[in-house]
């Protein structure tokens, strides 16, 4: 009796050190996913802003002479 405990003690703790392993490869892969997702959010977001930003300080490219010239 005293042999089949000892082997089920032994399977009961691999199996939670498995687990805990794999659990935390699994939080690990979820933080590098999210933070690559939130990466990309911020610069979706901040493009427009850098973009409008842009075209207001150099006046050299939203000025008259960047639009196309009328054929009149």
Known sequence: MGRSSSKQSIQFWLLLAASIFLSGMVISLFF?????????????????????????????????????????
């Open 32 to 72: 590098e996913i999210m933070k690559v997702m939130i990466y990309l959010l911020l610069v979706l977001l901040l493009v427009p802003v850098i973009y409008l930003a842009l075209k207001r300080s150099l006046p050299f490219l939203g000025g008259s002479d960047a639009k196309l010239k009328s054929r009149n």
